[in-house]
């Protein structure tokens, strides 16, 4: 709708803003029609995560692509939770490694890029690139901009990121994703667990939403109790059923089955838990 997400965002800022619901592609070509000429650019997370992990469908991202190009309009791809996570050139390479073939014009990078420390980057087609100061004239810089400590963490993980490091990763969330579903399915909760490479979470719902509204409309009262009796047991998960998990080549065998053996007590208090 548009409106300030938060306290002291100022009204007009937010009105150069359209906003619409993810996954539609019937919204996205109504927008165009009717703004096409005013849009700069599409901004979109590579996978969503932050409504919980909602995955594009097959086709979307290239379609934003597509739509975006076709209005001479910029599609920037948001990859601050995917970047290097999901894959050592993220989420858009797993994309393109099965046939969905689009090219975004910038790509937002944050998280693992600075090793958990302070840092964020962005990248793209070099003439947009070339507008940034000191080649061209916009000024960009901060106190963090390109911080020597982050700078040598980032490297270091990344330099570290290989194929195998991955493939454990990967198999990691794959096992817990399978025991989050286990645990969920032998309580008789109704759940579903949506993936989009390693990121998964969980759904209080028959389906994996689709978009906010559907995310919005899930049982989200069974996640705290779900939260605490992790806790409770040594497991912190993220503090929101909104936010996804993310599972890492550090949480080894012992750690899993910590995780694993968790999982049926929050299960049974998810089960339990109560609307009010
Ligand atoms: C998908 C996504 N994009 C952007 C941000 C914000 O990044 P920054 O703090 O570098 O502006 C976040 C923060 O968690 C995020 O999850």
Redesign the pocket.
Known sequence: MGLPGSAGVPAAIAAQTLVIPYNDRAALEAVFAEHGDRIAAVIV?AAA??MGVVAPEPGFNRFIADTAHAHGALMIL?E??TGFRVHHAGFWALQVSTGEVYMPDII?F?KVIGGGMPL?ALGGRADIMDLLAPAGPVYQAGTLSGNPLSVAAGLATLLRATPKIYARVDAAATRIADALDRALTEAGVVHAIPRAGNLFGVGFAAHAPRNYAEAQAQEAFRYPPFFHAMREQGVALPPSVFEAWFLTAAHDDAALSHIERALPAAAAAAASASRS
Do not use: F, K, R, S
């Open positions: 997370e995560a932050n948001d601050v939770l937002t944050g964020a």
